[in-house]
Structure formats: C-alpha cells, structure tokens
C-alpha cells in the first residue's frame, strides 16, 4: 500500500487539491480515501490483503494506493482494494464518469464498481485499464483509434475492449502515449492509435490504427512505456 504525493502545475486541477493552484512548488499529500464498503465486504477485504495493512490503518486518509498514472491534464489512482479512482484533472470524456465536468479532489469511479483494477496508464487525452481477470477498459479521446474501440468516437464511460484479436488472451500491462496505445498479453503486444510522426506503432508504416494491431516482435516483455511520439519495450535477456 502507498500514499500519494504531488506537486508541480496543477492548474486544471490534476493534483486533486480540490482547487486550481497554478504551481505546487514542494511536495504535497493527496488524499485519496477508499469508497465506502458494508462492514462485512470491508472485514473480508481487510481479512483478504492483511499482509498489507490494518484495520487501523483504514482511518487514514490515501494509505490505500497501489498504481497511479498521469495524463496531459489528469491523474488516476488504483486503491490495494482494486477501485479505480479518478485523481483530478479536466475531464473531457478521459476520466470514465460519463461526462466532461473536471474534477478538483479525488473522485471515485462507479462505472468500474464491480471490476477490479490491477493496472492504469493515462495519455494526453484518454485512458485505459486492465482488471485483475486481463480484460482492458478503455475511454477518453479518440480522435485517432488510441483507444481501440473499432471506432473514432470518444468514450466517456469505460469500454471493455474484445476484439478478435484479444479473445481468450489476458493483458498484463498497457501504456499510453499522447495519441496511441499499447497492449502487453505477456508474449503478444498490440499498438492502435495514431501512426503518424515518426510510424511510433511500430507496423512498419505511417497508418492509423483503430483497433489493436500486433507488433511484429518475438521477445518476453518485462515493460512497456508510451512517449508522446515513440514506444519502448524493456524484454527479458535471454539466458
């Protein structure tokens, strides 16, 4: 379990200060609390990840934050309890509340209520996660296929991605770059998004992609990271 910190330009409100502060020149704590539980499902949670944290431990505020991401103009959060939860930031479509209105604090997202969340990755405009069952959620901007819906239209409500070429496969990571994306299942990576600028999906030209396409490398991934323009996989050395 973690606590969040942050600071720097948070003047479309990505800190979660609850307030539009231009420059938070020295770190500074974000609250990020749990969603409220009935006692018994918050007893089998707590009983569940106890090698983690304690009871005790519940009564403070952010203590529970295991990933989190940053975006052009947003942040996300996932809990040790798997919620994922908007951070803050301005929200037009990429925070999965099913509207455009930003947020200044912390903010939990129902749509998710019933996913559990193990990964997070925030791009320029959109963003997109991966459950603890391999599936990826997907919502945002999408004005070039980044999300992989099949579609250009935004989402502003989590989409689960199934496309034929994720049937039966589980994503283990996913990164975002400023108009693309990446999907690891582990053996298998796919890219969609925007292909211009320097061909950054790696397919071997310069087309947009709206739907995930794979890469054509034969490595055992151990990271994968999304730049505005460019992609990085870090894979295993073979022994």
């Known amino acids: 379990m973690g606590q969040v910190w942050g600071w720097g330009y948070g003047g479309e409100g990505q800190l979660g200060l609850g307030s539009r502060v231009k420059m938070v020149s020295t770190p500074h704590v974000i609250s990020c609390i749990e969603p409220p539980l009935p006692g018994k499902d918050r007893s089998s949670a707590f009983s569940h990840d106890s090698k983690f944290?304690?009871?005790q431990a519940s009564k403070v505020p952010g203590n529970f934050v295991k990933e989190i991401a940053c975006g052009g103009r947003h942040s996300a959060i996932i809990t040790v309890l798997g919620h994922y939860s908007l951070l803050a930031g301005v929200c037009t479509?990429?925070?999965?509340?099913g509207g455009t209105y930003d947020q200044?604090?912390?903010?939990?997202?129902?749509?998710?209520?019933?996913?559990?969340?193990?990964k997070i990755a925030?791009?320029?405009?959109?963003?997109?996660?991966?459950?603890?069952?391999?599936?990826?959620?997907?919502?945002?901007?999408?004005?070039?296929?980044?999300?992989?819906?099949?579609?250009?239209q935004a989402e502003s409500l989590p989409k689960l991605?199934?496309?034929p070429c994720l049937e039966g496969k589980n994503a283990k990571m996913v990164s975002c770059g400023a108009r693309?994306?990446?999907?690891?299942?582990?053996?298998v990576n796919y890219l969609a998004g925007d292909g211009t600028n320097m061909a950054k999906l790696g397919l071997g030209d310069s087309v947009d992609r709206s739907t995930p396409s794979q890469v054509s490398i034969t490595v055992m991934p151990r990271n994968i990271a999304c730049g505005w323009w460019h992609t990085l996989l870090l894979?295993?050395?073979?022994i």
């Open 235 to 238: 894979a295993e050395t073979p």
């Open 104 to 118: 200044l604090r912390p903010t939990y997202v129902n749509s998710l209520s019933a996913v559990r969340v193990e």
């Open 53 to 55: 944290f304690s009871a």
């Open 122 to 152: 925030a791009g320029l405009w959109h963003t997109l996660c991966v459950s603890d069952e391999g599936r990826v959620y997907a919502f945002g901007g999408n004005q070039f296929g980044q999300l992989g819906t099949g579609a250009d």
């Open 161 to 163: 991605l199934d496309p």
């Open 93 to 97: 479509d990429r925070c999965g509340q």
């Open 180 to 187: 693309h994306s990446i999907i690891s299942t582990g053996t």
